[in-house]
């Protein structure tokens, strides 16, 4: 009986740790839904697009990181800055400012397949 009591009180513990994780998390993805981060979003990143079919979206700079997801041509994203061949993307975003919204993305994408969005920054990432 003891031995019982004890598993359903560890159990209890899991459980409640996991509802604070969910609760924590919700919060903390909601934190990327306002409007401050939005604007901060746009005023620190450079607005992109990706120029071709099923790329990978990778966790790090460099082909032996894991793909963590893969976006096609005409996705609008927010990049960051490029290291070697490749650009960290900070957020997918859609629509267009001052509506545009964003979801978080914090990836790397080769260099070949990234424009910048306005003429004066098309080849940003390849120079």
């Known amino acids: 009986m003891n031995v019982f009591r004890l598993c359903k009180v560890a159990a209890s513990i899991v459980l409640a740790e996991a509802s604070i994780f969910l609760v924590v998390g919700t919060a903390w993805a909601k934190h990327y839904e306002t409007p401050d981060y939005q604007v901060a979003l746009q005023n620190k990143t450079?607005?992109?697009?990706?120029?071709s079919n099923n790329?990978?979206?990778?966790?790090?700079?460099?082909?032996?990181?894991?793909?963590?997801?893969k976006l096609n041509r005409g996705d609008s994203v927010r990049a960051t800055h490029r290291e070697g061949n490749w650009v960290a993307i900070a957020a997918?975003?859609?629509?267009?400012?001052?509506?545009?919204?964003?979801?978080?993305l914090n990836g790397w994408v080769s260099n070949?397949?990234?424009?910048?969005?306005?003429?004066?920054?098309?080849?940003?990432?390849r120079n």
């Not at 450079?46 to 120029?51: E, G, L, Q, T």
């Not at 997918?92 to 978080?104: I, K, L, M, V, W």
């Not at 070949?112 to 990432?125: H, L, T």
Request: some cysteine.
């Open 46 to 51: 450079i607005c992109s697009f990706i120029n």
């Open 92 to 104: 997918r975003t859609h629509g267009s400012a001052p509506n545009e919204t964003s979801e978080r």
């Open 112 to 125: 070949a397949y990234i424009n910048g969005c306005s003429e004066d920054q098309f080849d940003r990432w």
């Open 55 to 69: 790329v990978n979206i990778r966790n790090g700079p460099g082909d032996r990181y894991k793909v963590i997801t």
